[in-house]
T-cell receptor, first 116, second 114 residues
Framework: DTGVSQNPRHKITKRGQNVTFRCDPI?????LYWYRQTLGQGPEFLTY????????KSRLLSDRFSAERPKGSFSTLEIQRTEQGDSAMYLC??????????????FGPGTRLLVL | AQSVTQLGSHVSVSEGALVLLRCNYS??????LFWYVQYPNQGLQLLLK??????LVKGINGFEAEFKKSETSFHLTKPSAHMSDAAEYFC????????????FGRGTSLIVHP
């Protein structure tokens, strides 16, 4: 178990470009979450998957944001036509969900995005 | 709806002093409550969680928290602060059930003076 990994750790891009972030969860975990964290704030939920199914995506910030988890393992978060307001830390977390239990989310180190 | 309020964006203590970080929650159903710690440029690490069992919850690194329903509080304490405790601390609330989506507070930065 190597924990949750995220790549890249840092990304600098120009406004209007597309960016994609990758998250590799803990291998046996069936749930995967994406959050955004801006300076001085707590993580803000964006979306989550159970296996390959995206169970909640209404809180993605705009239609420029999309996420996939095609085989129920790693996930990608894409931001199209980036804006300066997208600059933030993007966190991924994974968990092992079982009905009736209180799952624990394990967080990755995050990808810090700077949009110039 | 659920929400968390962390009182004090910064808390400063001396090494060896008591640490008290405050968290009040709002939830329409009995909640699950969590405390996470975040060191600079790292992700969040779970310190402890309350899931309707014992109201006094012990976590890692000597931290503990007490669930007080009457006060809707879940304050985090540690008897003696260590320099390595300096970090950002987040309280979070979620509701039991299938769609586990936690709501985080804005965080409290703990500063430890030698």
């Amino acid at each position: 178990d190597t924990g949750v990994s995220q790549n890249p750790r840092h990304k600098i891009t120009k406004r209007g470009q597309n960016v994609t972030f990758r998250c590799d969860p803990i291998s046996e975990h069936n749930r995967l979450y994406w959050y955004r964290q801006t300076l001085g704030q707590g993580p803000e939920f964006l979306t989550y998957f159970q296996n390959e199914a995206q169970l909640e995506k209404s809180r993605l910030l705009s239609d420029r944001f999309s996420a996939e988890r095609p085989k129920g393992s790693f996930s990608t978060l894409e931001i199209q036509r980036t804006e300066q307001g997208d600059s933030a830390m993007y966190l991924c977390a994974s968990s092992l969900y079982a009905s009736g239990g209180a799952e624990t989310q394990y967080f990755g180190p995050g990808t810090r995005l700077l949009v110039l | 709806a659920q929400s968390v309020t962390q009182l004090g964006s910064h808390v400063s203590v001396s090494e060896g002093a008591l640490v008290l970080l405050r968290c009040n929650y709002s939830s329409s159903v009995p909640p699950y409550l969590f405390w996470y710690v975040q060191y600079p440029n790292q992700g969040l690490q779970l310190l402890l969680k309350y899931t309707s069992a014992a109201t006094l919850v012990k976590g890692i690194n000597g931290f503990e928290a007490e669930f007080k329903k009457s006060e809707t509080s879940f304050h985090l304490t540690k008897p003696s602060a260590h320099m390595s405790d300096a970090a950002e601390y987040f309280c979070a609330v979620s509701r039991p059930g299938g769609s586990y989506i936690p709501t985080f507070g804005r965080g409290t930065s703990l500063i430890v003076h030698p």
